[in-house]
């Protein structure tokens, strides 16, 4: 289907003689969602937000090392004022100000990314072949199996989360490791979910058929011929729920059962600079922006990649393309003709948006 | 009469389901070396006589079924067991502090839902208005915000200025409802927003791709032909069908909220049973912990059921069996 309307959108490139010329090329489906997404300007920002973060979390040692001023390190001289609170932004060389110790809050944000980015990344990542795992299994076998994973994946996703984290933390004391654990726990089952309802359906296809007449095991139809067309749907999942496990581990580290003090993370900052919020504004919201950019970059990201896994979004763009081109062309020639075509695409557009 | 046969067979399983969260949170704690908790309560400077004898006080010296078998008749009889530390009883203590907690329940769940569903209804009407597309940043920035920097934002630029101007409406803390209804309304505002938002902004999304996938249906398309109001179109035929899945998620959801209102009652210091067993962990008192898992499990299994009877009335191809 999206190859189709690739090609119709080919044939109107050629109609008008702009054609890059030679024999239209089939492109994989991998191909053209990264042509759509690229044409996406929210996702592309989103993708550059995250890539920037990334690169800041990894480098926060070396421009620790810039600013000579260690994670851990306070300065009750430089970083406090007289009445011993933080100080604000741009004050004796803290770029961001200090927080309540007089630490450099800018080093101290980006090893807060540090733990964000590797809880959200690791847990989604572990979380996703589990749920792949379990999803392929009940959707494929059915039966029995399906029923018991199925009950057991509703009993996680109605399970409160926190109450869990809580008994956690009472029992192991609090750490990152019961963070990490605990996400992927409540993670997966949604995956699970979704990746189950996706493996019905594409069993019943012919060449799942034609493959088991062939003699293929069950763990070759599911890896060979089912999981590679899980891939697009998993992907989209994955990435909207980093921006989720980022929120978990903040919220976790917010209640004191996370990350604890004096290692930064973005909940334990924000939970100390509630104390302090009538004197130094910026150590609530700096934390704060900084967690919200990263979800809000994740959220975008994820939403961009299934409008572009969308086969329905590629007319949508083709009609935007078309429009603009037109318009560009009627300013310069005057086309009646062109106008009508205008109105048409429009026309077009608006009924596939009511659609969608 | 189908109806109670259904209500016994979901109680009876309601009460499996709370039995095995018991039991696992049970068993789970006592991964936790007894010497470690005794020696806790018993402070630093205690000798290993008077923490020997702190473990015999709370009877952590007695095999492990024995234990089992005493919490699982006090559970029955409606004991949740006793305080490590004052050995006052967790039901009293969560008895007390579940005002807090039912007031943010209620309140917040009303006003998620009012405004989630508003919210949804009006954009997927106007799909592609400016208030859609307004309330679609909105939405997306409300799944990308964790509640406690709502509810941190509300306190530090809402509460705090009114408050120093004099205006002491808004206030932190909580005041039962038997305190009078205005600053009943003024410590709970707050908190009921915070909670309201990340949920509201789920169903709003959930609400408008519902709606919207809805209204492009065919019987729709009849129903407007033959000449219905399009409020009639949009209630009658379009909504109701539509929020159908949008109730089943809410089942799912009644769990995410008790994780919302131990975060909500810890930022504005609501004192509610949340917020009473953070404070345990921190203390390692564990009955307060165990109390706590079997109240959200209970609650978890009653909002359940009343989902689904609330499906089953809504959605008349459903029937209860």
């Known amino acids: ?142 039966g029995i199996i399906d029923t018991v994973l199925a009950r057991f994946t509703d009993a996680v996703l109605a399970f409160p989360y926190i109450v869990l984290a809580l008994a956690l933390a009472a029992v192991f004391g609090p750490s990152l490791t019961i963070i990490v654990v605990m996400i992927t726990f409540f993670s997966w089952a949604g995956i699970a979910r979704i990746v189950r309802g996706q493996t019905l359906s594409i069993k019943e296809k012919e060449y799942i058929e034609a493959a088991r007449s062939l003699g293929a095991g069950p763990f070759r139809i599911m890896f060979f011929d089912i999981l590679p067309n899980l891939l697009a749907p998993v992907l989209v999942i994955g990435t909207l729920y980093i921006p989720n496990a980022v929120v978990f581990e903040a919220t976790l580290s917010y209640l004191g059962l996370g990350v604890q003090a004096p290692t930064p993370s973005w909940g334990n900052m924000l939970s100390d600079a509630q104390n302090f919020y009538q004197v130094a504004w910026w150590y609530l919201v700096i934390p704060a922006v900084a967690l919200l950019i990263t979800t809000l970059a994740f959220n ?48 077009a557009a608006a009924e596939t948006r009511k659609k969608g | 009469m189908a109806i109670v046969g259904y209500l016994i067979r979901r109680l009876l399983t309601g009460i499996i389901v709370v039995w095995l969260v018991a039991t696992i949170t049970f068993f789970l704690f006592f991964a936790r070396p007894v010497y470690t908790v005794a020696r806790q309560i018993s402070g630093h400077a205690a000798t290993p ?98 509640a406690f920097v709502i509810g941190e934002l509300l306190i530090g630029y809402v509460f705090q200025p009114l408050y120093s101007h004099g205006f002491h409406f808004f206030n932190t803390g909580y005041a039962g409802i038997t305190s009078g209804i205005e600053p009943f309304f003024g410590h709970m505002i707050l908190p009921w927003i915070t909670l309201a938002t990340i949920q509201a902004a789920v169903y709003t999304r959930l609400s408008r791709g519902q709606l919207l996938e809805t209204l492009g249906e065919d019987y729709i398309r009849t129903a407007r032909s033959k000449g219905l109001s399009e409020r009639r179109v949009i209630f009658r035929h379009g909504v109701r069908a539509a929020l159908t899945p949008v109730l089943s998620q809410l089942g799912v959801d009644m769990g995410q909220l008790l ?44 909002a359940n059921i009343v989902v689904d009877l609330l499906y089953a009335a809504l959605d008349p191809r459903v029937r209860i069996t």
Do not use: C
């Open chain 2, 259 to 302: 994780g919302g209102v131990v975060v909500v009652e810890t930022v504005f210091g609501l004192g509610g049973i949340g917020q009473v067993s953070v404070e345990a962990v921190d203390q390692d008192n564990l009955p307060v912990i165990i109390g706590f898992v079997i109240l959200a499990a209970i609650f978890v299994v009653i």
């Open chain 1, 300 to 347: 975008l990201l994820g939403d961009g990649i299934r409008d572009a896994m969308d086969p329905r979004t590629e007319r949508l763009i083709a009609a935007r393309r078309m429009r603009r081109r037109l318009t560009r062309r009627n300013a310069r020639q005057g086309n009646k003709e062109a106008l009508s075509g205008l109105t048409a695409g429009g026309a």
């Open chain 1, 1 to 142: 289907m999206s190859i189709s309307t690739e090609l119709e959108f080919d044939a109107h490139l050629a109609e008008e003689g702009q054609s890059s010329g030679g024999p239209v090329q089939g492109r994989t489906q991998w191909q053209l969602t990264w042509r759509r997404l690229r044409s996406d300007r929210v996702s592309m920002i989103a993708l550059a937000v995250i890539v920037i973060m990334v690169l800041l979390a990894i480098f926060a040692p070396a421009i620790a090392a810039l600013t000579h001023h260690p994670v851990n390190m306070a300065y009750p001289v430089n970083g406090e004022n007289e009445d011993g609170n933080p100080v604000p932004p741009g004050t004796n060389g803290f770029l961001l100000g200090t927080d309540s110790t007089g630490r450099d809050l800018l080093v101290r944000v980006l090893y807060g990314a540090r733990i964000s980015l590797f809880v959200g990344i690791v847990t989604t990542l572990i979380a996703t072949v589990l749920g792949v795992a379990v999803g392929l299994m009940a959707g494929y076998f059915g």
């Open chain 2, 49 to 146: 006589q008077v923490i020997q004898e702190a473990i015999n006080n709370l009877g952590l010296n007695q095999p492990i079924m024995t234990q089992y078998w005493h919490f699982l008749n006090n559970l029955v009889h409606g004991n949740l067991g006793y305080s490590y530390y004052t050995g006052e009883s967790v039901d009293t203590m969560l008895r007390q502090d579940l005002p807090p907690t039912i007031s943010l329940v209620i309140g917040g769940t009303i006003l998620w839902l009012i405004v989630g569903l508003a919210v949804g209804i009006i954009s997927a009407t106007r799909a592609r208005s400016v208030f859609d597309r307004v309330t679609s940043v909105g939405v997306l920035i409300g799944l990308s915000m964790p």
